[in-house]
């Protein structure tokens, strides 16, 4: 497997040191990638500018079909509602969001705000919610009927 450890920040292009693996594999990359199956992402901070971010990280053109087939009903075969219902009703010991918030509440303390970039459906969101109901939530989403998901479910 490629070493990950140091690839460059997406926001400031600093080399950042690597923080504990969570132990994922991906979810909706295995789809667009198959060989990520067996790849565990690792969480980065970077030291420069103090985002965190995963790697191995999407190509431009994985994510663009991403973007234009992953959430539509003929390719996943669901609704964006069903998929919510369905992501968030998983039992915390198969849900990828829990293991997240689980990871991501070793870094955050009582955080009063929560942007999230990327935020799909909101169903992050959703399990943060859980763990942070007093936090202000902002999801950034380029898919229209995911961001509206996200909105309509979570309050986002």
Same mark, same amino acid.
């Given at each position: ?6 690839? =460059?920040?997406? %926001?400031? *292009? &600093? ?9 994922? #594999? !991906? ?44 959430? =539509?009903?003929? %390719?996943? *075969? &669901? ?9 968030? #009703? !998983? ?66």
């Amino acid at each position: 497997m490629k070493n990950h450890a140091n690839q =460059s920040c997406p %926001f400031c *292009g &600093e080399i950042s040191s690597s923080v504990p693996k969570l132990s994922i #594999t !991906y979810d909706h990359a295995v789809f667009l990638v198959p060989e990520l199956k067996s790849t565990t992402r690792t969480w980065n901070l970077c030291t420069q500018c103090c985002v965190r971010y995963s790697v191995p990280r999407l190509t431009d053109d994985q994510i663009i079909y991403m973007y234009e087939s992953y959430r =539509s009903i003929e %390719f996943r *075969g &669901e609704s964006a509602d069903q998929y919510f219902d369905r992501i968030t #009703t !998983y039992p915390p010991d198969d849900s990828e969001n829990f293991l997240k918030v689980k990871f991501i509440n070793r870094f955050l303390t009582k955080p009063s705000k929560i942007l999230y970039i990327g935020s799909g459906g909101g169903v992050l969101i959703h399990e943060m919610m859980k763990l942070w109901p007093n936090a202000v939530y902002t999801g950034v989403e380029p898919t229209k009927s995911y961001s509206e998901l996200a909105h309509r479910r979570t309050g986002a």
